[in-house]
């Protein structure tokens, strides 16, 4: 088990975790989860990783308050709610570090782990919203990123609660989960751990299959149905896009070969649209990329292209690895690709080259032997195979 734990370990020693812990997870029934988790959280530390923990207590401040405080699934915090919000932040704080400052000590004789927390982010006030006076709620203004690091120097575990101070002195009431997804972009983590308080999993209701990765027009979708706001990047595909007719998007279909006409007026396929997938940043398309699926498990990526402001960003990587977990997700697990030109790149993503003679029928029967494009396969079962290969790359 250590042999095949090894590579993991490497590559995540000296990396930064930033784990969200919701306040629920403090009061469940069984003590034992909580406890595990912390002592899980030391062992990351234990084996060189940098962490940062967000704690939350909406758990706690929702038994104690009633519904009218919430507006829009946002709480407005009045006087009176904050100095609820200070208690409770103050109890889930303690609680953290009382478990933590055990599972350090047990894991670790003789290394001195220490957890420490303090104004490590400024906030500011959500301010009047819709004729709404939010108070105190706020929301992050600057992550003190060379703090943290200096903690983090000292091999110290940063803890943060939702209640950030303004540079007048004024406390705000944050929200945890957009606390802990700020400060990891702050500080580039290389992972975000967003812990739930009951067992939660996204399936399929298709083939019953678990959910590892979505479509961002997906994400929006959940995200929408449960009244929580959306980040600006993600997937989606081409179609998706048409509707704006933002110049992004016709640039990248000028790129893969259409124009905006052809595609309205109906010259191109519904179902050859839907094959390709994007990548938006700011709501402007970045990367694009297409999937066909064929015979026997098979599926061919084509059309990989990063809008040329955008390369060597890793956001080719990103979309090779997204059509690569949407390939897995469809049941295929031979993927293959045909270059002239990007030989390397594919070879140094984990694809091997391979005859023609290794395409599924259908498509040995449409190869251009004219052309004479070189073919990359690569074979994955699972998306943990995937996860796996990435950890690899060494970039
Ligand atoms: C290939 C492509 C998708 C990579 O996108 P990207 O966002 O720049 O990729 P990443 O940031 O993940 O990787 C960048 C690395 O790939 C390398 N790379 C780029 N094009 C390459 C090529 N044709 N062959 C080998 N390596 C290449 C870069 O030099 C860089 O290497 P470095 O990090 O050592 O400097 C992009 O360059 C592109 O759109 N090219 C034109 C279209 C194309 O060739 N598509 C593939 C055929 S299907």
Not at 32 to 39: E, K, P, Q
Not at 101 to 125: E, H, K, T
Not at 216 to 230: R, T, V, W
Request: glycine residues 8%; charged residues 25%; contains cysteine.
């Amino acid at each position: 088990m250590f042999r095949g734990s090894a590579n993991y370990i490497a590559n995540h020693r000296n990396t930064l975790a930033v784990y969200h812990i919701p306040g629920g997870l403090l009061d469940l029934e069984d003590p034992a989860i909580f406890r595990n988790l912390m002592n899980d959280i030391a062992l990351t530390w234990l084996l060189g990783m940098k962490v940062v923990l967000v704690v939350g207590c909406r758990h706690q401040i929702e038994k104690r308050l009633n519904e009218k405080h919430r507006l829009a699934g946002v709480r407005v915090t009045d006087k009176d709610t904050l100095r609820v919000v200070k208690e409770e932040a103050g109890y889930v704080r303690f609680e953290v570090e009382r478990e933590l400052a055990r599972a350090l000590r047990l894991q670790s004789s003789g290394m001195d782990g220490n957890v420490v927390s303090g104004n490590f982010y400024s906030a500011q006030p959500l301010g009047i919203l819709d004729g709404i006076d939010y108070e105190y709620t706020g929301f992050v203004r600057k992550v003190e990123v060379d703090k943290i690091k200096r903690l983090h120097d000292n091999r110290d575990i940063c803890l943060l609660t939702t209640l950030g101070v303004s540079p007048s002195g004024e406390v705000f009431n944050v929200c945890s989960e957009s606390l802990a997804a700020t400060v990891a972009g702050a500080m580039k983590a290389s992972k975000v751990i967003f812990f739930t308080e009951k067992e939660t999993e996204l399936r399929s209701t298709v083939h019953g299959k678990k959910i590892q990765s979505l479509r961002f027009s997906d994400a929006k979708a959940l995200l929408d149905y449960s009244g929580l706001a959306i980040n600006k990047k993600g997937f989606s595909t081409i179609s998706d896009r048409m509707a704006g007719r933002d110049p992004s998007t016709v640039d990248m279909l000028h790129k893969i070969g259409w124009s905006v006409e052809a595609v309205e007026n109906g010259n191109v396929l519904e179902k050859d649209i839907e094959m390709y997938y994007v990548y938006t940043r700011d709501n402007l398309i970045v990367a694009c990329g297409q999937l066909k699926q064929f015979e026997k498990g098979y599926a061919e990526i084509g059309c990989l292209v990063v809008n040329s402001e955008y390369r060597k960003g890793g956001r080719g990587d990103a979309m090779l690895g997204y059509l690569e977990r949407m390939c897995v997700m469809h049941g295929c697990t031979s993927i293959f690709v045909l270059s002239t030109q990007t030989m390397e790149w594919f070879l140094e993503r984990g694809f091997e080259e391979v005859g023609v003679e290794e395409l599924p029928p259908s498509r040995q029967a449409t190869y251009n032997h004219v052309r004479k494009s070189k073919i990359y396969l690569k074979r994955i079962e699972s998306v943990r195979d995937l996860d796996a290969n990435e950890l690899w790359w060494n970039r």
